[in-house]
């Protein structure tokens, strides 16, 4: 892998690194930032103390019964969300060194809102990884599904707090697949009045506007990667400037 500044496609010029390269000091500048939370009390969480819990849900193409099919909708997912590739990019966008391990990864959250550019520091929480988990969506009860994802909590600078999860299903005995989103969270301390006033107004609007538009992306590109007939792992992309 290449990382000069300054390297050139001939007859093109130079061309820019890598967003990862270009934020590698935030990156390392989170790595040893705390968590703005106790998750230690993660089950305290609710409503009733003050922390808003949300849950959205969408389906994905379904597959055959049975284990996730190499080539399948599970599968395609699964890619889609380890690449960080599903948050809308006129929202969200993650930079990640793309060749560390997912259970270690710090992102540098670029968050885009009118003119205004804001970058944050999450750290992956987790990665959820279980053949046959019991589940009560069935009609007759538990029925066992896969289930695959990972989750970040926020760091310190953040303007909220708290951990989202990410995890694809797939029922083991009807085929159907899903894509899930669940999220404690609380607002952060916003130095800023500026700021704090704008997050008071639009931060609801803009949590529910990621969640929704998620869903949809994760749809269309698992859509997308079934009709291209992709494989099931496909090398680590990022978003460049």
């Known amino acids: 892998m290449t990382t000069s500044a300054t390297r050139s496609t001939a007859g093109h010029g130079p061309v ?4 990862w390269e270009q934020q590698r000091a935030r990156l390392e500048a989170y790595a040893n930032t705390e968590v703005n939370y106790d998750f230690s009390r993660q089950s305290e969480y609710t409503t009733a103390t003050g922390w808003r819990l949300d849950d959205y849900e969408a389906d994905l193409p379904a597959e055959a019964p049975g284990p996730p099919a190499a080539a399948g ?7 889609v969300l380890r690449r960080y590739a599903f948050p809308p990019p006129d929202l969200i966008t993650g930079i990640f ?16 809102f009118l003119f205004f550019k804001f970058y944050f520091g999450v750290r992956v929480s987790g990665v959820t990884d279980e053949a046959a ?7 007759a009860g538990p029925e066992p599904e896969r289930v695959w994802g990972y989750g ?3 760091l310190e600078g953040h303007f909220e707090r ?25 607002s952060g301390q916003i130095r800023n009045p500026f700021y704090w006033i704008g997050f008071k107004l639009f931060g609801r609007m803009l ?29 680590a992309t990022v978003a460049t400037a």
Do not use: C, W
Not at 73 to 79: L, V
Not at 100 to 112: D, F, I
Not at 208 to 233: N, Q, T, Y
């Open 16 to 19: 820019a690194p890598p967003l």
């Open 73 to 79: 909708s599970f599968a395609a997912a699964q890619d």
């Open 97 to 112: 060194t793309p060749d560390g391990p997912l259970e270690k990864r710090v992102m540098v959250l670029r968050a885009q």
């Open 133 to 139: 988990r019991d589940t009560p969506h069935g009609p």
């Open 152 to 154: 970040y909590r926020t």
């Open 162 to 186: 708290g951990q989202i999860d990410f995890t694809i299903h797939k029922n083991l005995k009807t085929g159907a697949v899903q894509f899930r989103i669940h999220a404690v969270s609380q």
């Open 207 to 235: 949590q529910r506007k990621f969640a929704r538009e998620s869903l949809k992306r994760m749809r269309a590109l698992v859509d997308a990667a079934l009709a291209e007939g992709a494989p099931a792992v496909l090398p």
